[in-house]
């Protein structure tokens, strides 16, 4: 019985410093965090202060109760001499551990409501210039949004039909979403957005991106900055997101890593972008303009934010994702001016129009009523 | 004090004594004796453990190599509809293993194992009563429960492949018979298993509730019943009260398969951009919340008859009596109550109203508090006790610093605007995984090591046991606590390959990290289940009382003859009448005359 006393104690106290310590591999932030870096900031350090506030309060109630359990293993472990007290219970205990967690919970989910109201019960008005409002309307497995074009005007024909999104920096986004198919749901997690897109009816989500998703060409990896910190280098675009033919200096590469069967093996994917054979200077967004730039001077290439299905929606669901691109104002301007210029000469095929207009105007809850 | 509890208890039932039959059917096929139908509900249910267990290894596999062939059995599988050519899982495949792996372990495991086996067994024995109220009805419960479970494992057979919809079966994924492979005969399979299934659900509460309720021995007053019982009864009462609407829910949805209604789609919905052909006035947010208002109760069915074994060792094995036993019935009974008001918070980021989100977070706070409640409760029991680290202690401790863990990371998705971040991830398979393995589990497998000397005159082997339960509380944890992190990171659960994502490809290591926890935690239950089937034929001899338990089942001798009691016992105290102080040992059963001492324990 004393040795089984000591391995239960051995590995409890093993199991629960591995448990401790886990966040402590956490990479960046001042609180230990695995979360993508947050991008929004309409909302985004909200829901994180309200994960980390709850965080203290659980981590708190954890070391408490399972340390008073260690604590009772050791010190009242069975032994020579050992008498249990015989003890029913104490009201006056039952009452102090009833309340005061009461007390925390409620004021856990007062501390939520606010928030949770700015988020799902006020929205950007759609009327305000400085709104880009987006309707998404997936189906499996492509995500498809439309802007509403030149007129400002959804459903008329100069509609932007696109399969990713660019947004502008700084700037209030509205999606609105249903579904045609599925039920599907729209998540950006350096947003910390998410939300069903529900067929048969139509919910929205509002954000606002203020860092760029660029991509580091030396370091081969993704980094994401401010305005700022942007400002000074020479960015570049690639066929995927330069706003017109003439900024396409680079090309994303999503290539397996070595052998086919090493891929295979891991399931790892390595991103890259290679210049544009023969191109020799680009167009690059440098200390806040267009500016032309030998293609070795570029530094960074504009890439994007990762879009995911969050419900399951069939067969090839977890291949089901999308992007967002965060563009400085001035880009945005121009990206959209050439979409909605390459719409007004081409129309949308005829069999995506239609998928757009299936009920998409009737599928109005109560609750979308109640807040316009 | 006896004599007057006596007054106010139920009469005794009458004093028939059943004759066991002697014929192999009648004895094991069609038996009616609740000990034997227990047996039966669990080696069935753990058969089903193996197999969703196995299911989960696939799964595994997948997500740590993915499209890499799965070893051993990856040439078994080629070309099913599991796997691809190569032997690797498809991508169709690993939403069938998800869909499998949950319903299988929900519907066929925990709730079966908990109350159908636990259940059956105990409570005619902890009531001190003969058998159930109807013996024939509950055999009737496991045969609907027995071709139910050969009907989910069927409906990998049938069509194009078993359902892959989620245990969820959210339409209209689940509802159009083209959205995906598997959606039609396997999901019609998947939906008549579920169906019987909470059939037998219901008439297994209804039985166990007229059990209690009315053949409780004289002296078995409410507050004297085992914890265990109390937890059957506000199960059995959510059975009744639930199933039900699963049950609705489950023939609505099969009329719309299979009789072209259209009770969960909206107008022109269109599946590749060719029209359904539906009338369409129905809506999926329909089905959400119907199936939600079950199957969160059925979350407290996953885990309350849990708390009630737990509850039973703890306070055994410390030697205390339970510390607050009304606090804890109440705080089942507050569970119950609570447990049918927040449904909604499955359903925060649906797209349901809002408004509705905060009144169902403020009441998902709030059951927190009883389950809060419990756990001190527990620790207070074992404060100043003489705690004997016996296997099914292990098992017990364990089920309650886990179930803490489970419970406080429930916190998180109760909160609104941070579920928006985590709804959906892996934090959720964490959280689950932690209530329902780390709680229900670990109390089921301390639960068969405490009881197997009642079930088969024998005891479990003392070693396999101890390295049973050191690899599973250690993998366990390896396994599932990671999951939090892969959630915090934005990992999306039901995705069979998370290296195409950009943001998941740094942390693909914590994937092969579980997985390989994961194996090994599959490889220890084998341990269990050669322990039990060994332990059955060749375990060493069971005294009547060999953990020096109160509870009336302890009373006799072991294994219990087929009529349990030879006289129907007249209880005299509580069921935890531990370290008294009168006497020469350190516990006073339940019938032991009131001169025996242990006042405390019941009115």
């Known amino acids: 019985m004393k040795g089984s006393a000591k391995l239960l104690a051995s590995l409890a106290v093993a199991v629960f410093a591995l448990l401790a310590a886990m966040p402590a591999f956490a990479t960046d932030g001042p609180v230990p965090n695995w979360m993508p870096q947050n991008v929004n900031s309409g909302y985004g350090n909200r829901v994180d202060d309200l994960y980390f506030g709850i965080y203290v309060i659980v981590a708190a109630f954890f070391f408490l109760t399972e340390g008073l359990i260690l604590f009772c293993c050791i010190a009242f472990r069975a032994r020579e001499g050992r008498k249990a007290k015989y003890i029913h219970g104490s009201n006056v205990i039952e009452v102090i551990w009833t309340v005061i967690p009461a007390l925390i919970l409620i004021g856990i989910g007062i501390a939520q409501a606010g928030t949770w109201h700015d ?64 039920i599907h749901s729209y998540f950006v997690p350096h947003a910390r957005v998410k939300l069903d897109a529900m067929p048969g009816m139509m919910g929205r989500t509002w954000y606002t ?139 949308a095929p005829e069999t995506t129009t239609k998928r757009w207009h299936l009920n998409w105007d009737k599928a109005h809850p109560t609750w979308n009523k109640v807040i316009d | 004090m006896s004599e007057h509890a006596q007054d106010h208890a139920h009469p005794a039932p009458h004093e028939h004594i059943p004759v066991e039959p002697k014929g192999f059917i009648r004895k094991y096929i069609f038996s009616i004796d609740h000990k034997w139908i227990g047996k039966q509900y669990l080696v069935t249910s753990l058969f089903f453990l193996i197999v969703g267990g196995g299911l989960a290894m696939l799964m595994r596999w997948q997500l740590a190599y993915p499209g890499s062939t799965v070893p051993v059995i990856g040439g078994l599988l080629k070309n099913s509809w599991i796997c691809g050519p190569e032997g690797a899982v498809s991508p169709e495949g690993f939403n069938q293993l998800v869909t499998m792996h949950g319903s299988i372990m929900i519907f066929l495991v925990i709730i ?152 969960f789609i909206p107008r022109d919905l269109a599946i590749a951009d060719a029209p359904t052909g539906r009338s369409g006035n129905g809506h999926p947010l329909l089905w959400q919340h119907i199936f939600w208002f079950y199957s969160h109760p059925a979350v407290y069915i996953l885990i309350l008859p849990g708390m009630g074994l737990a509850s039973d060792l703890l306070a055994c094995f410390s030697r205390k009596p339970i510390f607050g036993y009304k606090v804890m019935v109440v705080s089942m009974t507050g569970i119950m109550g609570l447990g049918f008001i927040v449904w909604g918070h499955h359903m925060f980021q649906s797209g349901m109203d809002p408004r509705l989100g905060t009144a169902f977070m403020m009441s998902t706070m709030l059951i927190a508090l009883p389950s809060g409640v419990k756990c001190f409760n527990w620790i207070a029991t074992l404060w100043q006790g003489s705690i004997r680290f016996t296997v099914p202690m292990l098992h017990a401790l364990s089920f309650l610093s886990m179930f803490i863990i489970g419970g406080l990371s429930g916190l998180w998705m109760a909160a609104t605007p941070v579920d928006i971040f985590i709804h959906d991830t892996y934090y959720v398979v964490a959280h689950f995984h932690y209530v329902v393995f780390g709680g229900t589990l670990f109390a089921v497998f301390g639960g068969l090591v405490f009881w197997f000397p009642k079930m088969y005159g024998r ?104 009529h349990n009691f030879d006289k129907v016992p007249v209880v005299h105290r509580g069921p935890y009448e531990y370290s008294t102080g009168v006497g020469d040992k350190d516990w006073i059963s339940q019938d032991e005359p009131a001169s025996a001492g242990g006042g405390h324990g019941g009115h």
């Open chain 2, 459 to 562: 005891m479990m082997n003392n070693a396999l046991g101890y390295i049973h339960w050191t690899l599973t509380f250690i993998t366990f944890n390896l396994v599932f606590f990671p999951m939090h992190i892969l959630g915090e990171a934005g990992a999306m659960r039901r995705v069979s390959t998370h290296t195409i994502y950009e943001f998941l490809q740094p942390i693909q290591w914590m994937n092969v990290m579980i997985s390989h926890a994961a194996f090994i935690l599959g490889f220890s239950q084998l341990i269990f289940v050669f322990n039990l089937f060994w332990s059955m034929y060749r375990g060493k001899k069971a005294e009547g009382n060999p953990w020096q338990s109160a509870t009336l089942e302890w009373t006799g001798p072991s294994p219990l003859p087929y």
């Open chain 1, 209 to 347: 991106m203020d860092k760029y998703s660029v991509w580091d060409i030396k370091a081969e990896k993704m980094v994401i900055l401010t305005g700022e910190e942007l400002a000074g280098k020479k960015v570049g675009w690639s066929i995927q997101n330069g706003p017109t033919r003439d900024h396409w200096g680079f090309i994303l590469s999503e290539t397996m890593i070595d052998a086919k069967e090493k891929a295979i093996q891991s399931g790892m994917k390595k991103y890259s972008y290679a210049a544009i054979p023969n191109k020799t200077t680009v167009k690059v967004w440098h200390q806040g303009k267009f500016q032309d730039a030998p293609i070795g001077e570029v530094e960074f290439v504009f890439h994007r934010y990762e879009v995911a299905c969050a419900e399951l929606c069939g067969m090839q669901h977890y291949n089901m994702r999308s992007f967002v691109y965060v563009d400085p104002p001035e880009v945005y301007a121009a990206w959209y001016a050439a979409v909605c210029a390459q719409a007004a000469k081409t129309g």
């Open chain 2, 112 to 263: 079966p194992i908990l109350v159908g086996a636990f259940g059956n067994f105990l409570i005619p024995l902890h009531v001190g009563a003969r058998d159930v109220a109807f013996p024939i009805l509950n055999a009737v419960s496991y045969w609907l429960y027995f071709p139910a479970g050969l009907i989910f494992l069927a409906s990998f057979f049938v069509g194009d492949g078993g359902a892959g919809s989620g245990w969820t079966a959210y339409p209209p994924l689940s509802d159009l018979n083209n959205s995906a492979p598997g959606m039609h005969y396997g999901q019609v399979f998947w939906l008549f298993g579920v169906f019987l299934v909470g059939f037998s659900s219901i008439l297994g509460g209804m039985n166990f509730m007229t059990t209690i309720i009315k053949l409780r021995a004289p002296g078995m007053t409410w507050t004297r019943m085992p914890l265990v019982t109390w937890a059957q009864f506000v199960t059995a009462l959510f059975q009744l009260l639930a199933t039900p609407v699963l049950a609705s829910a489950m023939m609505l949805l099969m009329m719309d398969k299979l009789f072209g209604c259209s009770f």
């Open chain 1, 119 to 182: 988020i799902r019960l006020s929205f950007p008005k759609e009327s305000d210039p400085n709104t880009t409002v987006i309707q998404t309307f997936p189906k499996q497995y492509e995500w498809h949004f439309r802007y509403a074009g030149a007129d400002n005007q959804f459903g008329s024909a100069d509609d932007v039909y696109t399969t990713s999104i660019h947004v502008p920096l700084g700037k209030k986004v509205l999606n609105k979403l249903s579904s045609s198919d599925v």
